[in-house]
């Protein structure tokens, strides 16, 4: 395809319900805005058979499948996503449509004018939410991101929902055991600071079930701590340097 300017990876774990609906509106905001792109489904195999759905997606619409056979979180297959994106910008996004396709235009815009490097899709600017929140989801929620503040400046940084230049990528090795892969590219990647927030309301998920639960919240608290070791390292070598 000529001129493809932004890649799309879903990773995918039984979306049967949502898939069609997914690809629907995420081609009907990009064309609206003409912005060329692909889309690039990552599913471990679900037995719903969303693969086989979106397969049949490809046929309307410019959509790969790639199944991977075993059933790894959401981490692995987003890195294969991103490594199979053929466009100049990357995007990955959550495949249970609470993430809002029609932000992609206004995300891709901000990468297009040199404004940033990497864009969150942001719950917690001006603009952004979540709808309606159990209180102990919102306390993990702020509690994570006080963690970490040490990290990144970031207000978002559990957002699933981010788009980056793939220069970023470049001299930098992105972890696939981290569950945030957002928050590796944050900490990680060479946006040399450029990295902009865009306000999105995050939806529950219309059908199907989340996979979030306690492992999670634990495998995220060791990523934290990881990813500080990484940044304390850097610092140490830079003042010896
Ligand atoms: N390929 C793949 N995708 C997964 C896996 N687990 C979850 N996902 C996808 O990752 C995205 C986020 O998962 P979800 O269950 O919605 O997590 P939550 O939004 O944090 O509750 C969705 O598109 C899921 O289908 C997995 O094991 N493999
Ligand atoms: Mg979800």
Redesign the pocket.
Known sequence: MNNLELSVA??????AKNIETMVIRIFDSLKKANINAELIV???NSPDGTAALAEKMSLDYPVRVYI?TK????G??ILDGIRLAQAPVACVM???L?HPPEALPGMYQRIKSGEALLVIGSRHVQGGGTSDWIWYRKFFSWGARQLGRLLTPVNDLTS?FFMFDKKILEGTTINPAGCKVGLELMVKGKHRGLVSEYPIVFRE?AA?????GWR?TRLYILHLLNLTLYKAGNLLKNKNA
């Open positions: 879903i990773p995918t774990y039984n979306e990552v599913d471990d991977r059933r790894e979180g959401p692995p297959a959550d495949g249970d609470s699933g998920r199907g079930e989340s996979k979030m999670e």
